[in-house]
């Protein structure tokens, strides 16, 4: 039976929540540490580390690189821990200067100096991207399974059929009109990038009628070739299939909304102190 443990750092738990909701590990794995659930003070020796959330205080470096002395392997999980997640958005720039556009806006709190995601602080062998991942994600983390696959994008996933003659002048907001069922979002004019995003999620949100913000990351196609070459294909893809000006869409992929995830787009490639190669993604 593996042990494992689960290290909870700044974050939100919604990655430890959906862990829970897979029950398929319970008899197969020793969960031997997980402060949601478990009273542990310390995280034993186990054969899998899997690391939720972002270093940002010191509480969080301290337990991070004790706890991963313990471990045969470290799996960084979700948003927060691969790319720093929201609080990682106080660390890039376009975000200060729009956070401090607006003269009105006083008493504003402090946006601290630096939040971390964890791979640049210690090593990791693994990254299970999703905010947060999947049940079915988590499962195929622990059980590895031989017959496992995931798709290449959400695109892939989705069910919705696209229509060459539907395109749309102008991008419609995330929560505007009225999302009509299975037609692609992007012939619809909403700013969906699920063709670029790595599956593996069933595509919950774009069948349900949600535009793909790309949490899981960036497909395999673009993790080690950086964010340049996933804006121009984003670009490319809409300027085939609608007629939105290639402005705005521009400025639509860097708006707030979509920062969070995004990043992420571009923290794959040439990371220190270790690149995040393909291979080490599920």
Known sequence: MQRFAVLQLTGCAGCEVSLLNAEEWVDQHELVYMPLVTSAYSIPEVDLLLVTGSVQTDEDLYKLRRAVRRAKKVVAVGTCAISGGVLNLGDRDEIRELFFAEESRY???KLLPRCRP???????????????????????????PPDFKIAQTVCEECDRKKHKKMRPAH?????????????CLINQGYLCIGVSTRGGCRALCTRAGQPCVGCRGASNAFIEKGSKKWFATIQRIFSKMTDIPAHEIEAALRSPQLSLFLSQFSDYASKEPQPRLKAKVL
């Open 107 to 109: 008493h504003l709190p």
């Open 118 to 144: 964890i791979d640049t602080v210690v090593s990791v062998d693994q990254y299970l991207p999703g905010c947060p991942p999947t049940p079915e994600l988590f499962m195929a983390l622990l059980f590895d």
């Open 171 to 183: 991008l419609i907001g995330f929560q505007h009109g009225t999302v009509l069922p299975d037609i």
